[in-house]
C-alpha cells in the first residue's frame, strides 16, 4: 500500500521569502501525487498534481513541485509567500485505484 | 467551486447514539469518499463509493457504514457513536470515469463532538 510522509509538523516564514514544504512517498510503481491547502475552517483545495511528463508542475496561487523518482519525493515550493499563504498543506499519493493516501500535513505560518 | 455541501456542518451527540451525516453532490460525479481528519493523522479514508449501491471500506472504516441510494447523496453513519469518533468529517467528489488522476474535490467539512 502507498503511503506518505510530512517531515515537517510546522514551519514558520517570513512574508516575502521562500517555502518549501517536503513530501515523502512509498508506493512501488509510478504515483499520481497531489498537494492540498486547507485554510482555517476550510475543505481542501487542490494546488496542483503530477502523474506524467515533465516533473516540474505549476499549481496555483504561484506554487509549484517538482517529482524526483530517485528521491521518492514531491517537494512543495513557492519563491515568495504571501500572509495568505498560512494554511496547512497536505501532500496525497494515489495508486491509481480511485483512492487517496494522504500525509499528516505541515501548518504554515507566515510572520509579518 | 464544486457543488458539494454537508450536513450538519455542526453535531454534538453522547456515546452510544447512532449519528448520520450526509453529503449531497449537484456534479453528477460517479465516485464519493468519506474521510476524517484528525490532528498528527492527516486524512483517512473510511468509505467510498463508486456508484449506485456500490460502496467499498477505507483504511478506518471500523464502526462506520455508508448507502448511497442516488448519484448526488452519500450517507455517512456511524451505528453507536463513541468519543474517538471525535473528528471532523470530510466528503469529496471525483468523476473518475476511466481516470484515478482525476482530482478529488471536497466539501466544507462537518465537525463531530462525541460526549
Known amino acids: 500500500a502507498q503511503s506518505v510522509t510530512q517531515p515537517d509538523i510546522h514551519i514558520t516564514v517570513s512574508e516575502g521569502a521562500s517555502l518549501e514544504l517536503r513530501c515523502n512517498y512509498s508506493?512501488?510503481?509510478?504515483?499520481?501525487l497531489f498537494w492540498y491547502v486547507q485554510s482555517p475552517g476550510q475543505g481542501l483545495q487542490l494546488l496542483l498534481k503530477y502523474f506524467s511528463g515533465d516533473t516540474l508542475v505549476q499549481g496555483i496561487k504561484g506554487f509549484e513541485a517538482e517529482f524526483k523518482r530517485s528521491q521518492s519525493s514531491f517537494n512543495l515550493r513557492k519563491p515568495s509567500v504571501h500572509w495568505s499563504d498560512a494554511a496547512e498543506y497536505f501532500c496525497?499519493?494515489?495508486?491509481?485505484?480511485?483512492?487517496?493516501?494522504f500525509g499528516a500535513g505541515t501548518t504554515v505560518t507566515v510572520r509579518a | 467551486d464544486a457543488g458539494i455541501t454537508q450536513s450538519p456542518r455542526h453535531k454534538v451527540t453522547e456515546t452510544g447514539t447512532p449519528v448520520t451525516l450526509r453529503c449531497h453532490q449537484t456534479e453528477n460525479h460517479r465516485y464519493m469518499y468519506w474521510y476524517r481528519q484528525d490532528p498528527g493523522h492527516g486524512l483517512r479514508l473510511i468509505h467510498y463509493s463508486y456508484g449506485v449501491k456500490d460502496t467499498d471500506k477505507g483504511e478506518v472504516s471500523d464502526g462506520y457504514s455508508v448507502s448511497r441510494s442516488k448519484t448526488e447523496d452519500f450517507l455517512l453513519t456511524l451505528e453507536s457513536a463513541t468519543s474517538s469518533q471525535t473528528s471532523v468529517y470530510f466528503c469529496a467528489i471525483s468523476e473518475s470515469r476511466r481516470d484515478p488522476t482525476d482530482t478529488q474535490y471536497f466539501g466544507p467539512g462537518t465537525r463531530l463532538t462525541v460526549l
Open positions: 508506493y512501488g510503481a509510478t504515483p499520481y
Open positions: 496525497a499519493v494515489g495508486a491509481g485505484d480511485y483512492k487517496l493516501s
